[in-house]
């Protein structure tokens, strides 16, 4: 007998037990394998190009000139440093427009009655500045009434802008709180005068009627009205001058106008008491007409205004 070969039982049974299908996965995987390989080949490939081109390079040099052989050796630069405020924020309360209006109208106002009445500022003078009415006892004659507005018109306006220029050149113009007040302070004085005008008007009519002595109302409001005409002659003058000046000069030309005013106040105070004396009425009630008409509305609006001015 011939001796038989050792058979490999091993392969042999690897070889039954691999079918079609695992025979297909095994091809499979190889190519996947395959080309997995050559994406990462790809890739790294591409890397490399896109390392080369963006390699930093060196930058050329640029030409450069210098300023001063461009725009000679006198040039000089500065620095402009930008403002953090609008400029209209920095403006003194004189530059404010409403304040700027105010005296411009007061200014026209003004010309316009002093070369319109003519005739009217004498007569009102020499009645108040003169002893003619005491000597011949007759009613003194008045204005008609749109002159008489125009006469009082000009004088709460003067006194408006008056006090508050008057009252910057004490508190200062630097003031913030002041800057923001003259624009309407002068149109608030001008409203609580005429507030005051009326409201004497009103006391006097009373007046006149409980006690039946108008004829003796009426004179005593001639001589008021001539005498405020005075004032309002030789004061408002002063009153635009201290409003176009600076601080200084509007101080010199406030005092002007307190000496002013004082004159005024003393003169018709002596005329009233003349006149009450004239009509044999008493002193007492010329004191009482002294504080109750005149003093107190004035002293009212002079708290007012201390009170309400910005500190």
Known sequence: ??????????????????????????????????SLQTAVGLIDSLAADSLRATSVRTPEPIDTADVCAVFGADVTCRTVAVPEEWPGAS?????????????????????????RMRTEWRRLLRQAWTRDDEEC??????????????????????????????????????????????GWG??????????????????????????????RVRRLMALRHAWFASFVLFGTPFVLLA?????????????????????????????????????????????LYLCAVEIMPVGILAVGLLRSWPA
Not at 268 to 286: C, D, E, P, Q, V
């Open 137 to 182: 006892g007759e009613e003194p004659e008045t204005l008609p009434f749109g002159m008489q507005a125009a006469v009082v018109c000009c004088g709460v306006w003067m006194l408006g802008v008056g006090t508050m220029r008057f009252a910057l050149a004490v508190a200062g113009n630097g003031a913030q709180a002041a800057a923001e007040a003259i």
């Open 91 to 115: 403006l003194p309360p004189t530059a404010r427009p409403g304040y700027q209006l105010a005296v411009v109208g007061l200014l026209l106002l003004f010309v316009f009655l002093f070369f």
């Open 1 to 34: 007998m011939m001796a038989t070969e050792p058979i490999d039982t091993l392969s042999l049974s690897a070889a039954d037990t691999l079918s079609g299908s695992g025979i297909k996965l095994l091809q499979a995987d190889s190519l996947r394998s395959d």
């Open 243 to 287: 409003a176009l000046a600076d601080q200084r000069w509007a101080v010199l030309f406030g005092v002007c106008f307190a000496v002013i005013a004082c004159v005024h106040a003393l003169g018709y105070a002596i005329r009233s008491f003349r006149l009450f004396g004239k009509l044999n009425l008493s002193i007492l009630l010329w004191i």
């Open 186 to 215: 002068v149109w608030a004085v001008a409203a609580s005068l005429f507030g005051i005008f009326a409201l004497q008007r009103l006391l006097l009519g009373a007046a006149a009627a409980l006690t039946f002595s108008r004829s």
